[in-house]
Every structure is written in structure tokens, then in C-alpha cells.
């Protein structure tokens, strides 16, 4: 599952980079990180409650 995530987000990051180099989308990367940084850490906190525990 771990591996499907990174995928995606590769995907969806390198899809964003062809659409703004084409010019088809006018979005400052900087700003977006600015704005929208707090979702990657409530994603991982999210992510840290579905990871099953490794207990032996």
C-alpha cells in the first residue's frame, strides 16, 4: 500500500509540473506550499493511525 501512495503522489506532482510548464495552469509553487504545508503533516498523522503495528 505504502508503495501505491508514493506512485500517486508522483504521478500527481509530475502532472502539475507538465501542466505548468505547457502553461495550461498559472500556479506560484511557492505560494501553494506557503498556503497548504499543515496537510502534510495531518496526512501523516493520518497515515500513522491506518499503519498496521509490526509486533512479533
Known sequence: MR?????????????????????????????????WWPVVLIAVGVSLFFTPDKQK
Open 3 to 35: 508503495g501505491n501512495v508514493a506512485a500517486v503522489v508522483l504521478v500527481l506532482v509530475g502532472t502539475f509540473f507538465l501542466l505548468s510548464n505547457l502553461g495550461l495552469i498559472d500556479i506560484s509553487l511557492t505560494q501553494l506550499i506557503k498556503t
